[in-house]
């Protein structure tokens, strides 16, 4: 018999390799069995879409993820230029499976339209609330400056990509960083923060929202515009919105802001964006540390208690 | 009746006093990444209690046929290969490997299942639907219908282990359900800087785990009442 030939120890391994193998056969076959009886139908096109996108899933299109702006966007819904992150190619992959024509997209990233550091506003009183630009703005006098940047960072808590923060009491976006999801723009009170499609590494862009008159914004702030027009007059692609002037990005062309750049009496009309590389020669001198040391003062020494 | 409060013994056993998340610390994993709305806790339990009657009832199967020390199916084999009656085959150190193997294969039909027929519960899960796969919770049950299969003169019938599986199924289930009602609350709390987030689940979890230890004793406390009750 074959117990006379094989030992127990034998038939053991023998019996468990044949268990395991009817096992995963008889599973194999259930599970197929259900596959095909439980077959739910996707647009393939779904797929192929979600495959696409970054999958970041920062809802920046409007979408809660990146799976429901495929199904949007495979349903007709939604326009293949809405995901900020995945910018031109992204769109234009879109497109091809979609079958549709897509014009060339910038990649829009948070620009804030407010150019005063602490020391330029004026009219700033000793606020005691709490420290968040939310409730600040439903106090009066804050600051003077009714449209500028509180500078308690409502943008920096809501940017997931470290990409926002505060420099001298204002929000600055580090555009090595900003992916465009519009998180900052969103939750900004005083709404300064829109998206501006760049076109070039380096914007120019109007550094501030305050709509008032010339000598009301002298007495508010340091740098803000005074709406004297000068730079609509001679660049063609600005026009004036009251007291503000507007740039239009869709005729946007860098050669025609070089005399108004010069002759801006403040510092509203600028650039901004990536450093270019005259900004990295200029502190490239500059020793970094290698290793940073720690001071130890515990952070209360120094805290001014609020409230 | 004997038969009816060992039922109930086990039944209460596995969802109050050795619950399987907040006694035996199993089943973590899903207990802190789906408990923060109710109704994904609630469903996420439901699940959990599926996967885990199907599991218990395959493993029971398989363990009391094939896997345990005297099981028939070896047995019988080795009688056929005409071995001597006196050495047995045991099977027992497939019982891993085994139940992994079942619990994911369940795991999968009810993801299949779940996708066809409730599509919002399937998006809700997300990622953790797969991960009851390794969820430990399951995994324990199966290995404590082993541990109660190994005793020849006292073996665990198949409602045995059914009931310590739907148990320990409610039991995580009540468990996910109240940590996602105190998370829903902790939403609104000013909780501490240094403990917002995963260290004030974990601190909730552990007082929690302390409540449940309140239960310890009122098996004996329910036996005593039904012996009562049946005599």
Known sequence: ?307 | MDTFIILVQIAIGAALINNFVLHYFVGICPFLGVSRRIDTAFGMGCAVTFVISIAALLSWTFTYFILRPDAPLPAWVWRTAGGDPGTTIDLSVLSYIMYIFVIASSVQFVEMYVRKFFPPLYKSFGVFLPLITTNCAILFACLEIMKHLQDPTKLWGLHEALTLAVGGGVGFTIAITLMAGIREELEMCDVPKPLAGAGISLITAGILAMAFMGFTGVDKGIQRTLEVWFK
């Open chain 1, 1 to 307: 018999m074959i117990a006379a030939i094989l030992s127990a120890d034998t038939v053991t391994v023998l019996l468990a390799a044949a268990v395991l193998a009817l096992l995963a056969i008889c599973m194999a076959w259930v599970l197929g069995w259900a596959n095909r009886r439980f077959r739910v139908q996707v647009d393939p096109k779904v797929e192929i879409l979600t495959a696409v996108l970054p999958g970041a899933n920062c809802g920046g299109c409007g979408f809660v993820g990146c799976g429901e702006y495929a199904e949007a966007v495979a349903r007709g819904e939604a326009d293949v230029t809405l995901c900020a992150p995945g910018g031109t190619a992204c769109a234009k992959q879109l497109a091809e499976i979609m079958g549709v024509d897509v014009e060339e997209t910038w990649p829009y990233r948070a620009v804030v339209h407010c150019a005063a550091g602490s020391g330029d506003r004026l009219g700033r009183f000793f606020y005691e609330g709490e420290s968040t630009c939310a409730a600040a703005n439903l106090v009066g006098g804050v600051q003077g400056c009714t449209y500028g940047c509180l500078g308690f960072g409502d943008c920096t808590r809501a940017c997931r990509y470290d990409a926002i923060h505060l420099v001298d009491g204002l929000a600055t976006v580090d555009y090595d960083k900003c992916i465009g999801c519009k998180a900052c723009a969103n939750a900004c009170p005083r709404n300064i923060i829109t998206m501006v499609p760049f076109k070039a590494e380096q914007m120019v862009v109007i550094a501030c929202s305050n709509r008032d008159k010339g000598p009301d914004v002298k007495a508010v702030c340091n740098v803000g515009c005074i709406g004297c027009s000068g730079c609509t007059r001679r660049c063609e692609v600005m026009a004036m919105d009251g007291n503000l002037p507007v740039i239009d990005y869709d005729r946007y062309d860098e050669s025609g802001f070089a005399t108004a750049l010069e002759k801006c009496p403040r510092e509203s009309l600028t650039y901004i964006g990536k450093p270019t590389p005259e900004d990295l020669a200029a502190v490239a001198g500059e020793a970094v540390p290698d290793r940073i040391e720690a001071d130890f003062k515990t952070t209360v020494d120094e805290t001014e208690w609020r409230g």
